[in-house]
């Protein structure tokens, strides 16, 4: 029989590699949102590709690594709203703390409960289950960010009318059905491209682990 220490290496070697690629990934995540890489700007609009870092991160590793890099996701675009994106720059200047939650907290939500999503299918002996599972959870990314995003927008900027000084005029039912008709396009692109990548990438991580334990 092994000594401890000995036993002990296959878990510390499986902490390194998860701590290895939440670093990874969270460079990878942070080069993207300072880059044009996470970023296709449509007018005032910012289509954004971070998501599927964080999907990876929750799916592969796990809700806890989601939230860690849906935090650092917050981050960044709480970052943008200082100079680099005039949109964030102006709302910030608004309302500086409902912009705060609005960067940070629906992304913080969006990384956690990605991974939980997947949790279930993580547990199941069947390879089709798992699959299924890494692309659900790569949607859900996507899904929630702009559902969270847009229902914090509603709920500390809508009625600000330095943001929407128009809303008086044309109702709060017509305000909110312009914002969805102008995210709707935005957030299918995101969805389709973020469940395509994230539940590739996933699959494939998933599947080069499940090779090396054998």
Same mark, same amino acid.
């Given at each position: ?9 296959? =878990?510390?070697?499986? #902490?390194?590699?998860? *701590? @290895?690629? +939440? %670093?990874?990934?969270?460079?990878? !995540? ?60 102006? =709302?910030?200047?608004? #309302?500086?703390?409902? *912009? @705060?939650? +609005? %960067?940070?907290?629906?992304?913080? !939500? ?78 299918? !692109? ?25």
């Amino acid at each position: 029989m092994g000594s401890v220490s000995e036993r002990n290496v296959p =878990m510390k070697k499986l #902490n390194l590699g998860r *701590m @290895t690629r +939440l %670093a990874i990934l969270a460079a990878l !995540l942070i080069l993207m949102a300072f880059t044009p890489l996470g970023y296709l700007r449509i007018g005032l609009m910012s289509m954004t590709l971070l998501m599927i870092p964080v999907a990876v991160g929750a799916v592969v590793l796990s809700p806890t690594a989601g939230l860690v890099l849906g935090t650092i996701f917050g981050l960044t675009s709480l970052a943008q709203c200082f100079g680099m994106d005039p949109t964030g720059t102006f =709302m910030m200047n608004v #309302n500086p703390v409902g *912009m @705060t939650v +609005l %960067a940070l907290v629906p992304r913080m !939500l969006m990384g956690w409960l990605c991974g939980m999503i997947y949790l279930p299918f993580g547990k199941s002996g069947k390879t089709a289950v798992r699959t299924t599972g890494t692309f659900v959870a790569s949607l859900s990314s996507a899904l929630l960010n702009t559902v969270l995003f847009m229902s914090t927008l509603v709920i500390f900027l809508l009625h600000n009318e330095t943001v929407f000084p128009n809303m008086p005029d044309y109702g709060f039912g017509t305000v909110i059905a312009v914002i969805v008709a102008m995210v709707g396009v935005q957030g299918l !692109l995101e969805a389709l491209i973020t469940t395509a990548v994230g539940g590739a990438v996933s699959t494939a991580l998933l599947r080069y682990d499940k090779g090396v334990r054998k």
